[in-house]
Every structure is written in C-alpha cells, then in structure tokens.
C-alpha cells in the first residue's frame, strides 16, 4: 500500500468529508480555519426506525428507568427531537410535581424534564454537548470516550440492580449491553435510528478516484465500510490519508487491511480536523 502523496509547499490540503447530508457544516469550518480545501461525500444517511413503536413506548415508560445511556450524537438527536416524545412528554408531565422546562432549542421538544429525572451517561464529551444544546446535563461523561471505557466507569457506580435505558443504532454492538448486564444491571436497548448508505453517483466520487483528495475523514465505521461499497473497486483509499474520529473507526479500516493516517485524540469536530491537517503535506 502506498503512501499518501506529498502535497508541493504551500498546496492547500484537500479533504473530504463523509459525514451525513446537513452533518458536516461543523467539520467544514473547523478545516477551512485551518486553511483546508474542503469537499463533501455523504455515505452515510440517518434515518427514522421502520417501527417507530418501540422506542416511543420505552421513552414513554422513561419514570421506570435509573440511567439512560448515549452513545452518539444521533441517539441524542433521536431521543430528544422529533413528535414521537409527545407521549412520553405528556405522560412526564402528568406525574405529581413534574415541571416543564422549556429548551434553547424551540423547534425541538422540551425532553428536558423526564430526562433529568434519571441518570444520563455519555460516551464521549461531543455526545454530552449535544445533550447540553437540548437542556440535559450529564450525570456522567466518560473518559474514555468508547463502550468499553464508558462501561467501566458505569460499572463503577454500581449499577447491579439498576434499570438501563440504551437507545442505539442499528448496526450497534452488543458489548456495552452485555457488559452492564454481567455487571448486574437490567438493560433494555431499544432501536432510536438506522444508518443506511445514500446513493452516490459517479460524479461526486471522480476526484477521489482521480487522486484530487489527500485525506479523507471518518466518523465512524460505517462511514468506511460504506465509502468502501460505493467505490465498488476502493483501491483509490489506498492513496489517501484515512483520518480516523477514534479507536473503534480505526480498527474498522485495519480489519480492511488499511493503516489509518491520524486517529483524533478525542471524538471531536476541532480534533478531527487538527487530525486531518496533521498528516504528511499539510499546509499548516
């Protein structure tokens, strides 16, 4: 395999971002400060569960619960938007002395109140600013920002007993369930979005094939795996520099027999693109 190819002095480094459609903006600008030259490849698309019914009735029963955990920004989109919280809102709301705490966020529905009724655990310190955008402070934030880390420090709570509320996507693992679960915990997961790769056409992949990109940047596994269907021959990955969010999307692209070029030090937007403009031949 190849290395990434040298940029000439002073060339602006050409990134690309494989976040979801309306996701990148963020990105984007953290890169562009940083003086990249950025484009744009959704592979990843995040939709609504084709049953919605069992995520509705666990946040409708969310009083029974002790903890509920995130492991992402979209479980906390997921949860905390959309008129599928009317009912448990509602239901909250209806409980001796439940109060009803407007957001920051008008267009999204005021979670807050049944939320903080419990313990809330996020995975990662970008997980718990989204969570703080919507009026829900943390009762925990791991430092260790994976399952693995984010299990060990609820474990240590002690947690045998307790009833765990785990919103995820579809293609989650169950090592962070199973691990609560051996620990003593009562775990309901429940399916809160599904990760699904959009259509890309031959036209936006061109300058990735063409060698027009240095580095590419990974939020998460499946934004390998599904950058690495729609190329169909992915060979071009092998002249680039994969720029991974975190140690999970890293092991993804060394299963394909890839070597990450930059694994963020943290899951952050700011990190990711310092990541990205720290590889060979970046004008930084």
């Not at 045998?160 to 997961?189: H, M, W, Y």
């Not at 027999?257 to 004008?283: H, K, Y």
Request: aromatic share 2%; net charge negative.
């Amino acid at each position: 395999m190849s290395a990434p190819p040298r940029r000439p002095s002073g060339k602006r480094k050409r990134v690309l971002i494989t976040r979801a459609e309306g996701a990148a903006e963020p990105l984007r600008r953290a890169l562009e400060e940083l003086g990249a030259e950025v484009s744009e490849l959704p592979v990843i698309a995040v939709e609504p569960p084709a049953d919605p019914d069992p995520l509705n009735q666990s946040l409708a029963r969310i009083a029974e619960f002790d903890w509920i955990v995130f492991t992402s920004q979209n479980a906390v989109r997921a949860v905390t938007a959309g008129t599928q919280l009317d009912t448990a809102v509602a239901i909250c709301n209806r409980q001796p002395g439940a109060s009803h705490r407007q957001t920051t966020h008008p267009d999204r529905v005021p979670f807050s109140s049944p939320i903080n009724s419990l313990k809330v655990a996020a995975v990662s310190r970008a997980t718990a600013d989204a969570l703080s955008d919507t009026g829900i402070t943390p009762t925990l934030v791991a430092d260790k920002p994976t399952g693995a880390g984010l299990a060990t420090e609820l474990i240590a709570t002690g947690i045998a007993g307790k009833r765990i509320l785990l919103p995820q996507g579809n293609l989650a693992g169950d090592e962070l369930a199973s691990a609560l679960r051996c620990a003593g915990a009562d775990v309901e997961t429940v399916i809160a979005y599904t990760i699904t790769c959009p259509d890309v056409s031959p036209e936006k992949l061109a300058p990735l094939r063409n060698g027009e990109i240095d580095a590419v940047t990974l939020a998460s596994p499946s934004a390998y795996r599904n950058l690495c269907a729609v190329l169909g021959d992915d060979s071009c990955l092998d002249r680039v520099g994969l720029i991974c969010i975190g140690p999970t999307t890293a092991k993804a692209v060394r299963e394909s027999g890839r070597e990450p070029a930059a694994i963020a030090a943290e899951p952050s937007t700011t990190v990711l693109a310092r990541a990205a403009m720290s590889i060979e031949g970046a004008a930084v």
